[in-house]
């Protein structure tokens, strides 16, 4: 049976103008999820995201604080580990027990006295080169010359020295300019990429842009867009409700005039999917709540084939779209979508099991892990 774990983006900006884009909050939000997924144990292989900006940073943000996880556990398992004992070489018997008097046999039968009168000896005679150099230096002038010689060659020695350290500092210098032509080369290769990037984006499809993105940060799992995973456009359903919210700022200015801002504008997102999801206006909608119902369905069929292992899968996606899977799987119409929908919090996990009788919903909003000041 392999797992499939559904995360709804992190908090994204405030406000009715730009939502695609991941807040400060949002991040601590993510970086707790991924931190949770290690926690439960959970192998992940693969972790896909939507094609839009909020979705593809909160899923940015969980890889690498699960990479982080699992490199900080592994770390301490290392230091953990029991120390690791060499053996002695030979057999047991090789230790002589201590003989009496404390000493080891090994050293019960030496005559230490005579050891040591014997090297006093040698040290008391002085061999020929020893007695030529003590003869020189008692010679008058000569002395004076090896003196010389040796201070020179000090001399010539510390010199060598100061060359060398010299020389080492012109290495060093030269390995900076290097590093700082290669950094620069680096970040010139880097803004191509993704200038290329940005041009493709807009070249392809975005119906049939799936792109697998392999990991560059260390320990992260592979990634994978799909924008198959996108959440309904609700601007369009905003503008299908009432034309004057083709301008965001005439939005703006009447939830504004309310006393709650907020909730005055969740009463009117719900109204516009109300509308949406009756099917009796599927021709005004760039896609329909019955298309956008297919493609999630698509989105998860696709997710569930291309399986490989007891990997665990995360997908971060949106409320909606998480609901439309979870609402398909319970066999819940319209009303049971939108209920799903409106309670699902920023963080929130959502876990699938998979098996020979297809999909299971084993557990739905679970966001207590996240901090209250997340």
């Known amino acids: 049976m392999g797992v499939i774990v559904l995360v709804r983006h992190g908090q994204a900006s405030l406000g009715v103008g730009d939502v695609d884009r991941l807040s400060v909050n949002g991040g601590r939000q993510l970086r707790a999820v991924g931190a949770e997924l ?24 969980l890889a690498r604080a699960y990479a982080d996880a699992r490199t900080a556990a592994d770390a301490g398992r290392r230091r953990n580990a029991p120390l690791r004992t060499v053996p002695r070489t030979g057999g047991a018997g090789d230790a002589e027990p201590p003989a009496r008097g404390g000493r080891s046999r090994k050293y019960a039968d030496r005559d230490f006295a005579a050891e040591t009168r ?27 010359a090896m003196d010389l010689a040796e201070k020179a060659a000090e001399r010539a020695t510390e010199a060598a020295g100061r060359t060398v350290d010299a ?24 803004s191509a990429a993704r200038a290329v990037e940005g041009v493709a984006r807009i070249e392809r499809s975005p119906d049939t842009e799936i792109v697998d993105i392999a990991s560059t940060y260390p320990g992260q799992p592979p990634m994978r867009q799909d924008p198959r995973w996108d959440e309904y456009d609700h601007r369009d359903l905003l503008v299908r409700l009432r034309s004057r919210y083709r301008s965001q700022t005439v939005l703006a200015a009447e939830m504004a005039q309310t006393l709650r801002p907020g909730e005055a504008f969740q009463d009117t997102l719900d109204e516009a999917l109300r509308r949406w999801t009756e099917g009796r206006h599927d021709g005004e909608y760039r896609e329909p709540f ?8 698509r989105a998860i069929d696709a997710l569930i084939a291309d399986r490989a292992g007891d990997d665990a899968t995360v997908v971060v996606s949106s409320a ?22 409106r309670v699902m919090a920023h963080g929130a996990i959502t876990t699938l099991a998979t098996g020979p009788r297809g999909l299971a919903l084993q557990t739905f909003n679970e966001h207590a892990f996240i901090d209250a000041d997340a």
């Open 38 to 61: 290690h926690r439960r144990g959970l192998d992940v292989g693969l972790v896909a995201h939507g094609g839009l900006r909020r979705q593809r940073q909160s899923a940015e943000v």
């Open 118 to 144: 014997a090297r006093n000896e040698r040290v008391e005679q002085l061999t020929p080169g020893r007695v030529s150099r003590r003869i020189l230096r008692l010679t008058p002038g000569v002395g004076t």
């Open 167 to 190: 020389a080492g500092r012109a290495v060093e210098t030269a390995g900076r300019t290097v590093d700082a032509a290669v950094d620069a080369a680096g970040r010139t290769v880097e």
């Open 290 to 297: 019955r298309e956008y119902t297919i493609r999630v369905r």
């Open 320 to 341: 909606g779209t998480i609901s439309a899977v979870c609402a398909g799987i319970l066999g819940l119409g319209a009303d049971g979508w939108m209920g799903l929908n």
